[in-house]
């Protein structure tokens, strides 16, 4: 394709869109849990990772026990105080069920007024300005993400300075690795996840994720020359020295916040799809939504 993807636009926009929900949290986060409280984080896909990262790092600066689900796995005889669900189109399937069938307070986060998930829901916080044109998320995800960091007390400010310098970084060589898999610990393994996902769907490439410690309990057996490691966050002790050993290349951004990584990991796969000849923007076999019958 000759003329740049939505989703290249989309994904430059993800710097001031940070800075936007950080400063302006005070109109979100109302609706949002409180310390203290139980919480179940909710999606599907690209969603569910951004549950997993905002679950990890909730509990990990002491905000409450939190969990975090497909859409299809919510257990629903478990109980919480919250229950947050993240849908871009809000018109998912599996969470649309979800919010049928329990009793207990729902949070939408969406960037779509007037879908399903803004009336059935008993909070929704609408991101309308994070949407995208592209079936491919990147800048409704991260956005989300920034609004939940910033509801647990994180100052985004480094963060979106740091997803400035992910723009300028030259990706035309890591879009030539082979296979990547992508490695995380904690609120970093969704980042890991995600940053896969990107790579499946924009590229149709084989992509792997797994938590940094694991990683050496089997996946590094496909680890050689040609291709990569991507690593989130801080890496184990050993883990690099180990990596290294295989030939593999190891992508490892230290001085930047894991989220301005994935900015970096998005843009491989934007790249690595135009290399060969795919259209980004949309993938095969894949739609903004999965609405079953």
């Known amino acids: 394709m000759t003329d740049t993807p939505f989703v290249s636009t989309e994904i430059a926009t993800q710097p001031e869109l940070w800075r ?3 400063s302006g949290f005070a109109q979100y986060g109302g609706a949002l849990p409180k310390p203290g409280q139980r919480v179940a984080a909710v999606g599907c896909g690209t969603s569910w990772f951004m549950a997993m990262a905002y679950a990890a790092l909730r509990e990990d600066l002491g905000q409450g026990e ?3 689900f497909a859409g299809s796995e919510f257990p629903a005889g478990r109980q919480y105080d919250a229950v947050v669900v993240i849908s871009r189109s809000g018109t998912t399937t599996e969470v649309l069920d979800l919010i049928r069938t329990t009793t207990q307070p729902t949070v939408a986060i969406t960037a779509t007024a007037g879908s399903p998930i803004v009336e059935l829901a008993d909070e ?3 991101l309308d300005f994070a949407d995208e044109q592209s079936v491919v998320q990147t800048r409704f995800a991260t956005t989300t993400l920034a609004l939940l960091r910033a509801s647990v007390g ?3 400010t480094q963060a979106a300075a740091d997803a400035e310098t992910a723009l300028t970084i030259d990706v035309d060589e890591l ?5 990547v898999t992508y490695v995380g610990s904690r609120w970093t393994l969704g980042l890991a996840h995600e940053a896969g996902l990107k790579q499946r769907e924009a590229a149709a490439a084989w992509t792997e994720a797994y938590p940094s410690m694991d990683y ?3 996946p590094i057996a496909i680890a050689q020359p040609g291709r990569g490691v ?7 002790a050993g883990l690099i020295d180990d990596v290294t050993a295989t030939g593999a290349t190891i992508v490892h951004h ?4 894991p989220m301005a990584s994935l900015v970096i990991a998005q843009r491989v796969a934007v790249a690595k799809a135009l290399a060969l000849g795919l259209n980004p923007d949309q993938p095969r076999s894949l739609t903004r939504s999965v609405i079953l019958d």
């Open 216 to 218: 050496r309990h089997g």
């Open 254 to 257: 230290a001085d930047l916040d």
């Open 154 to 156: 994180q100052d985004l």
């Open 230 to 236: 991507w690593i989130f966050g801080e890496p184990p």
């Open 20 to 22: 936007q929900v950080s």
């Open 124 to 126: 929704t916080i609408l």
């Open 66 to 68: 939190t969990d975090a």
């Open 175 to 179: 879009a030539k690795l082979e296979q």
